[in-house]
């Protein structure tokens, strides 16, 4: 087996998290201690996305964190990469940190599983091998009984676990609700179709064809146990977030006041930074900036109906959502995904009601600042509030259905946390 790639940058720790928000105590205790001892007084806090190991985790760590010290050659800054047990569907291209994966990748979509996505699922779901093999096995024999869809979609509910909804709801509506999805609720045909239309509208007509009637729909059951497994990596970074780091933050608040901490977060590590704010406790003044590249969470989190209302407060200074218009992961797939209400809505309302912060920035938050990239580099970044940042400028490349989703690795987006958090002038 390949050894994990190394973060180069200097100093650099690991905060292991589990699914609960529990901290492997030996890392954390170093990470306290050596911060300290190092003199570090500005810390960068990393939280990844969907990558499912360390390696794959680490590659990101390694390239994000590569311009920081040119461009800050004089500050004394630290570095900590967030573990915790999530995945992605290994068929995936992301691009710029995964060094594997072909920028050619054909968009067809998938409709097995392979062995990397198998294994990830186990990985991620414990004890869930059997459901997982059923699952594997309907999609690919594509069997023609409708009843068929039936049985998937109860295995998929089973293997994601809808009775567990706490820390899954970005808005009061949700919260209220206290339900899943309605793609783990509705009839599972339909929503399989619901899919395939999402895929198609993603890509090229001319490049990507599906077939018709119940083959059509198979390709969307792919597409729905990817969007199911998402909806349970969602939910778990809430807990993570509010259960794990926020007083891991806490605890180095008292332990080492004059650290100040600057928060990024990639996709759903967007939403576990954003709820650790939830989780930080009230006497904590060290987190100095907070950055949200592509957030995979709603648009609204932040605001009067938002389940993080009045946290950003909780920030010494900004909290920044960079957002693209390529990311068609969050511009198609999420708001049809996220969709909690059994109605008729087209694509556009989809969009407005259930939106991803990642595809267009916050929204509906009073005294909000939204600007280009090229504009916050110029002028420099708010001192507080919340500010939106149109980063599709540099976030704009990758295959569908993901688009320019994991495109981060860019020093522009860099020198926004540089900036974010008065590292650099």
Not at 183 to 207: G, H, K, V, Y
């Amino acid at each position: 087996m390949a050894a994990a790639p190394e973060v180069r940058v200097r100093p650099y720790w690991e905060l292991m998290l589990d699914a609960d928000g529990d901290p492997e105590s030996g890392r954390r205790d170093r990470l306290l201690r050596e911060v300290r001892e190092r003199g570090v007084r500005d810390l960068v806090v990393f939280a990844h996305g969907w990558n499912n190991d360390r390696s794959m985790a680490t590659r990101l760590y390694d390239l994000f964190f590569a311009p920081f010290p040119s461009l800050a050659p004089d500050a004394h800054l630290g570095y900590v990469g967030v573990l915790w047990p999530s995945m992605r569907f290994t068929d995936e291209h992301i691009p710029d940190f995964d060094p594997s994966a072909v920028a050619a990748r054909p968009v067809t979509p998938r409709t097995t599983l392979d062995q990397g996505t198998r294994h990830a699922l186990g990985a991620t779901f414990p004890h869930s091998a059997t459901v997982v093999d059923h699952l594997a096995k309907l999609l690919e024999q594509q069997p023609e009984r409708r009843e068929a869809f039936d049985e998937f979609g109860g295995l998929v509910r089973q293997l994601v676990g809808i009775r567990a909804v706490a820390f899954g709801a970005d808005t009061t509506e949700e919260e209220s609700a206290n339900t899943a999805p309605a793609m783990l609720q509705e009839n599972t045909r339909d929503i399989c179709l619901r899919f395939a239309d999402a895929l198609e509208a993603t890509a090229d007509a001319a490049a990507l064809r599906l077939p018709g009637g119940l083959s059509r729909a198979w390709k969307g059951g792919h597409e729905l146990l990817r969007q199911a497994t998402y909806f349970a990596m969602k939910r778990r970074a809430g807990r993570v977030g509010q259960k794990g780091l926020g007083p891991v933050l806490g605890r180095l608040a008292a332990e080492a006041p004059d650290v100040r901490v600057h928060l990024v977060g990639h996709s759903f590590g967007a939403r576990l930074v954003s709820f650790a704010l939830a989780g930080l406790p009230d006497t904590a003044r060290n987190v100095r900036s907070v950055t949200l590249l592509q957030g995979a969470f709603s648009h609204y989190a932040f605001a009067e109906r938002g389940a993080l209302k009045g946290r950003q407060r909780r920030i010494q200074g900004p909290l920044v959502a960079c957002y693209s218009r390529f990311d068609t992961a969050l511009g198609t797939m999420y708001p049809l995904a996220s969709r909690l209400a059994g109605d008729d809505a087209g694509a556009l309302d989809l969009g407005v009601r259930w939106g991803a912060l990642g595809f267009d920035g916050i929204q509906d938050v009073p005294g909000s600042v939204r600007s280009t990239l090229a504009g916050v580099l110029r002028d420099g970044v708010p001192h507080a509030g919340c500010v939106s940042v149109d980063a599709a400028s540099v976030v704009r490349h990758g295959p569908p259905p993901s688009g320019a989703h994991s495109d981060i690795c860019h020093e522009e987006l860099a020198r926004i946390v540089l900036g974010a958090g008065r590292v650099t002038p």
